[in-house]
């Protein structure tokens, strides 16, 4: 099976930096890529997909994608304590399984 | 436009057991993907349901079994019931192929 990773965490950001979470992922063909927030004992809810090559902005969040570097990251704004949450990366893959990374914990300091 | 919806909520079963727990996808959806939480391993798929069939199956023994209705509800079914098969599962909706998924609130599984 192919993989999606993310580094573990906790990724600590202070209040209005910019957070910056990274996933690579192994499936060369996979075309559609999804960023995931999961609030402690919530489900996880959507924040971003991306399909093309390059940025998405959507608020405080950016989506890259670099198909070539096998890369997807997110950047968060300005965060904010309410983002502290774990991140899930999330890959559809050839045969139209979606693969999610482990997740990255972060945690904005006040 | 209600979200994804799930029963039980919680659900404490001893070994051996079996278990089944429903999906209602948002109206509209006609795709139900299941998936497995557990600390160790993370979200891991489990199978997905378009128009009552299943399109796609992931890495887990016979034991779990699904199926969906032609009101695009769903269930899973977990036979056999194992200790390390306590989790959180989750229900995801999609308006069909491709589409992007939407999670239900999950239903937590404790097996004793």
């Known amino acids: ?110 | 436009k209600a979200g994804v919806t799930q029963t039980p909520r919680y659900l404490i079963k001893t070994r051996g057991q079996q278990v089944t727990l429903s999906c209602s996808p948002i109206s509209g959806h006609r795709s139900v993907s299941w998936y497995q939480q557990t600390p160790g391993q993370g979200l891991q798929f489990l199978f997905e349901y378009f128009s009552e069939t299943q399109r796609n199956k992931g890495n887990f023994p016979g034991r779990f079994s699904g199926r969906q209705f032609s009101n695009s509800r769903s269930e899973m079914n977990v036979s056999t019931l194992e200790l390390g098969d306590s989790a959180l599962y989750l229900c995801a909706s999609s308006l069909g192929d491709r589409e992007t998924q939407y999670f239900g609130p999950g239903t937590r599984l404790l097996v004793l």
């Open chain 1, 1 to 110: 099976q192919k993989e999606v990773e993310q580094n573990s965490g906790p990724l600590s950001v202070p209040e209005g930096a910019i957070a910056s979470l990274n996933c690579t992922y192994s499936d060369r063909v996979s075309q559609s890529f999804f960023w995931y927030r999961q609030y402690s004992g919530k489900s996880p809810e959507l924040i971003m997909s991306i399909y093309s090559n390059g940025d998405k902005e959507d608020g405080r969040f950016t989506a890259q994608l670099n198909k070539a570097s096998q890369y997807v990251s997110l950047l968060i704004r300005d965060s904010q304590p309410s983002d502290s949450a774990t991140y899930l990366c999330a890959v559809r893959e050839r045969d139209d399984k979606i693969i999610f990374g482990k997740g990255t914990r972060l945690h904005i300091l006040p």
